[in-house]
């Protein structure tokens, strides 16, 4: 058994989740309910306060086991990558008909009808799951049809299965100027950890959620003299991508956006506050 780390094991001295049973001390283990995100994004907090900050963001359309319901709060564990918090409970519904298609726009409207000039009902972050049921056609436009008769540009979505391999940096790079956020996960607000992530989610890998976690299991460590596009820098708390030997791209709190930065300047401005940086990692790719 790995150390207990709150974000990844469900545990509190009343209820823990069933594989925890034998590790922990609690009142009740249970293995959880299925449910799905049913709001554009939602925030996962460590505790069941609206006023407290998030630790991430799930979307929607993903999936979550959850173990308690109080309070009109959800404690959950999240099946993407496995983080646990507190979700309010009209962000769940049970899981129902499994989505069918991925959102790859970095951001894309949902509308009520299959009109671009009507009203939409919400705005979808690149990573959102939907289920689509058939097509549409207006004034030359496709639309992908949703079972509740809203619609979302045809081309803005793909096919789950159809998400596989492809270049994560490429991703990461038309994240450049969305706006930092602190915990974020989409393509409304996303901080530097979450880049990482929500990139090679759409390339078909996986990632761990934090920086912490990314910098101890994510790929291989490497030297600084093998770094090549593609591979991580990490410094205390923050991770950036290498677009090329002199250019990194990264969400941060100094632009208070995704950015591209010259490599050399950005080791010599974080530096002064971060120190240098504390390794490099080559994800499998």
């Not at 391999?165 to 530097?192: M, N």
Request: hydrophobic share 40%; with cysteine; proline share 5%.
């Amino acid at each position: 058994m790995t150390t207990l780390d709150r974000r990844l094991h469900a545990y509190r001295p009343d209820l823990a989740e069933a594989g925890l049973e034998g590790h922990v001390e609690a009142l009740r283990f249970v293995s959880g309910t299925p449910a799905r995100v049913t709001v554009p994004v939602i925030g996962l907090r460590p505790v069941p306060d609206i006023t407290k900050g998030i630790d991430t963001e799930l979307l929607l359309g993903e999936d979550v086991a959850v173990f308690d319901r109080a309070d009109g709060w959800c404690w959950v564990k999240a099946a993407s990558d496995g983080y646990v918090g507190y979700l309010p409970e009209t962000a769940l519904s049970d899981a129902g008909a499994e989505p069918t298609h991925v959102v790859t726009a970095q951001r894309t409207f949902l509308y009520l009808e299959a009109e671009l000039r009507k009203s939409y009902r919400s705005i979808l972050s690149m990573g959102s799951r939907v289920r689509i049921v058939g097509e549409a056609e207006t004034r030359g436009n496709r639309y992908a049809m949703l079972e509740d008769g809203t619609a979302i540009f045809a081309k803005h979505v793909q096919p789950l299965a159809v998400g596989e391999g492809g270049d994560y940096v490429d991703v990461a790079t038309r994240f450049v100027e969305t706006p930092y956020l602190w915990g974020g996960r989409s393509g409304l607000g996303i901080d530097c950890s979450g880049l990482v992530q929500l990139s090679m989610l759409m390339t078909g890998r996986s990632a761990p959620r934090d920086t912490d976690m990314q910098a101890a299991t994510l790929g291989e460590p490497i030297d600084r003299s093998e770094l090549r596009r593609g591979d991580l820098v990490f410094w205390k708390g923050h991770v950036a991508v290498l677009e090329n030997p002199e250019t990194i791209v990264h969400a941060n709190g100094h632009t208070m956006t995704v950015a591209r930065e010259n490599f050399e300047d950005a080791i010599k401005r974080i530096g002064w506050l971060y120190e240098q940086p504390t390794g490099y990692r080559r994800p499998v790719i």
